[in-house]
């Protein structure tokens, strides 16, 4: 995957003409239907308490957003991140929702050629918050704190786009990505306290050229002890996996990738805080 600064300005300024349209109450060239070669979702892929994730496909290469909100006013806008300008292959991400809430969306489709193209609107449910696993002790509000990556892409910050806190910011609608690090990519957690853990709960990123996926990881603790490996089948949901670790820092490495720039949408630790 190559960073081409002029495709995504392009891109993001036909994204942002799209925006635009859409929020004035503009023409726009005709509905998903209307998209050369079909359109075909959306599906519902996930389905959270504070997120949900669809996947579309359209029949052409475009760039896509959709606005939402718990009403057919929406108020907020989720986009795709065009690390590759556009696709056909779309998976888009709604984050920040309330529990066990109603939300409404539309997808607005922008192709090549500067066409939009509209759906209408299309509703899903976020699920109760379940409180039963206790605290992520992999986040950035349990104090946890990333000591060391592989790399960014695009040489981002920790705390900036694709950077290596997107894998615990509790937002499914971001994410790490590597620079092209395939096989060799690691992120090194350190967590507030010394934790006795008993679920890690990993998912994947991946891209729609089907590289980015890592299928397999293992985990090495601050006292060098290894765990794994721990295989990951799809990139749909996060995968839960049972086990005993107690440890001050866990780095989570790559073992068996799609090569590119392999990362972590979100990786989780639950269990208790060692107190003896």
């Given amino acids: 995957m190559e960073k081409t600064t002029g495709k995504i300005n392009l891109f993001a300024l036909i994204l ?34 504070d997120s949900a994730t669809i996947r579309f496909d359209t029949g052409v290469p475009t760039v896509c957003n959709a606005p939402f909100g718990e009403t057919e006013d929406y108020g907020e806008v989720a986009t795709i991140p065009m690390l590759s300008g556009a696709t056909i292959d779309h998976v ?4 920040g929702l309330e529990a066990d809430t109603d939300y409404h ?15 209408g609107d299309f509703t899903f449910r976020t699920s109760a918050k379940d409180d039963s696993l206790g605290s992520n002790w992999l986040s950035l509000e349990a104090g946890a ?9 695009g040489g981002a910050a920790n705390d900036e786009t694709w950077g290596a806190d997107g894998a615990i910011d509790g937002n499914r609608g971001s994410e790490w990505s590597s620079a092209g ?13 010394t934790i006795r853990i008993d679920q890690l709960v990993v998912h994947s990123r991946s891209m ?4 980015a996926q890592i299928f397999s990881f293992q985990v090495r603790t601050n006292t060098d002890e290894i765990y794994g490996p721990f295989q990951l089948p799809n990139t749909d949901e996060g995968h839960v996996f049972e086990v005993e670790i107690t440890a001050s820092s866990l780095r989570f490495e790559a073992l ?21």
Avoid: H, M, R, W
């Fill in 105 to 119: 969306y539309k997808i607005i489709a922008t192709d090549n050629e500067g066409n939009v193209y509209q759906s």
């Fill in 16 to 49: 942002f003409a799209g925006l635009l349209l859409s929020a004035c109450g503009g023409t726009v060239s005709g509905s998903l239907a209307d998209i050369p070669n079909g359109f075909e979702g959306p599906e519902l892929l996930i389905v959270g308490s």
């Fill in 92 to 95: 888009l991400t709604f984050s």
């Fill in 256 to 276: 068996e990738t799609s090569g590119g720039n392999t990362g972590f949408v979100e990786i989780e630790a639950y269990g208790e805080i060692v107190t003896e």
């Fill in 181 to 193: 690090d395939g096989d060799a990519a690691y992120i090194e957690i350190g967590l507030a306290d």
């Fill in 208 to 211: 729609s050229n089907d590289t």
């Fill in 145 to 153: 704190q990333v000591i060391d990556v592989s790399s960014n892409f």
